[in-house]
C-alpha cells in the first residue's frame, strides 16, 4: 500500500472520504476486490452522499462489513443550526468525528447555492479582527471533513451547490496538502464535479504557499486578505504581516497570476479609523491596479471580543468611490445572515463559551 493511504488514517482506520478514485482502486486490489468495486463505493461517497458503509447496497454484506472494519466514513454531524429570517442564510456548527466542531454557511444567490467552509479547527494567524483565532488553532481538518461540511448542507437543503469559498474558521495555505486533496476531490468530475472557477480559497498571505498553489495550475480563484495597504497598518492587524512585506504578496499574486492566468480578489475588511481614510484607499489603488485585481469591501463584522468598529455606510461609499476614480474594480461584499452570528467563528466560540461555564 502506497504511503498516502497509510497516512489517511484516523484512529487507526483508513480516512477513505480522503481518498482518490485511485486510491480507492489501489485499496481494493489489495484487498483482491474487481476494480470496478472501487468506482462503485467513491459513487456512493462523492456523488450518492451516503452517511454509512450500510447503504452501499450494490455492495456485498461482506464487502460492507470488510469496509466498516478497515475504514471511517468520516460524517459531520448537525450540533446546531441557525437560519436566516432575512434571506434564507444557515450557519450550521458540526461536530467532528473527535467531537471538535466547526461552522459552515449556506447561502442562496441568484446564480445558485455557495458554501462557505472552515478548513481548520481554530487558526493560528491572530487576525486582531478575527473572531476565529482567539484560542488559537486546534488542528487541521482533514479533506474528508471540510468535504463533508459540503455534502451535509447538500444533503440538509436537497439541493446542489454551485459555488464554495473557504473562507470560514482557518487558513487553508497553512494547511496546504488537505486543501490541496480537498480541491481535488470536490473539482473530480466523478464526484460533486464543482468547477475550479466556482471555488475560492482565501489566504492571510503565506507567501512560499501561494506561490506553490501557482504552481499546481489550478483555475481556482485566489482571494487575498490585504486589510491595508501599507506595511506598516497590516502589521497592526495582522501578525503575519511581520512575516512578509506587502512587496513579497504583490509579487507572489503577480506570479500566480502569470501561472494561471486567473485575476487575484483582493479583501479588505474596512475598519473604522483603522483603514478607510482616503489615503488608504489610494495606496490600495496602487496595489491593486498593476495587478487587475479585483477588491471585495467588508465592512468589519464586529466582534464581542474585539473593539473595531465598521466605517458607516456613507464612509464605505465614499472609499468604493475614491477606488473607481483609479479605475480599480470594487465591490461592497453583499452581507447575508445579518440576523445571526455572522462573524467568522463566532458561533463556535458561543458554543464553546456555554460549554465551559
Ligand atoms: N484565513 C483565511 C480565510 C478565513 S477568513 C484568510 O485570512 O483569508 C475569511 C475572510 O474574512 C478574511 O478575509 C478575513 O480577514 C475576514 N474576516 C475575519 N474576521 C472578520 C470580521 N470580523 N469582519 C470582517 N471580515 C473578517
Redesign the pocket.
Known sequence: MNEELQIRRINDKIDIKSLTLEEVKELLAGWGEKSFRAGQIYDWIHKKLVRSFDEMSNLSVALREKLARECILVTLSQERLQESKLDGTKKALFALPDRNMVESVWMKYEHGNSVCIS?QVG?A?G?R????TIDGKVRDLTPSEMLDQIYALTLMNGERVSNVV?????????NYDNILRFIRLLTDENGLNISQRNLT?????IVPNIRRLADEKLQITL???L?AATDEKRREI?PIANKYSIRELMDACAYYHEQTGRRITF?Y?LIAGVNDRGEDAKNLAHLAGPLNSHINL??????RE?S?KQPDHSAVLAFKNKLEKYHINVTIRRELGRDIDG???QLRRSYKLENET
Open positions: 478548513s487558526c494567524m487576525c479582527f478575527c473572531a476565529s473557504v473562507m470560514g474558521t482557518g487558513e487553508p495555505l497553512d480559497v482565501s489566504t492571510c498571505g482571494a487575498l486578505s486589510h495582522m479583501e475588511s467588508i465592512p468589519v463584522n464586529p466582534v474585539r473595531f462573524a467568522c467563528g
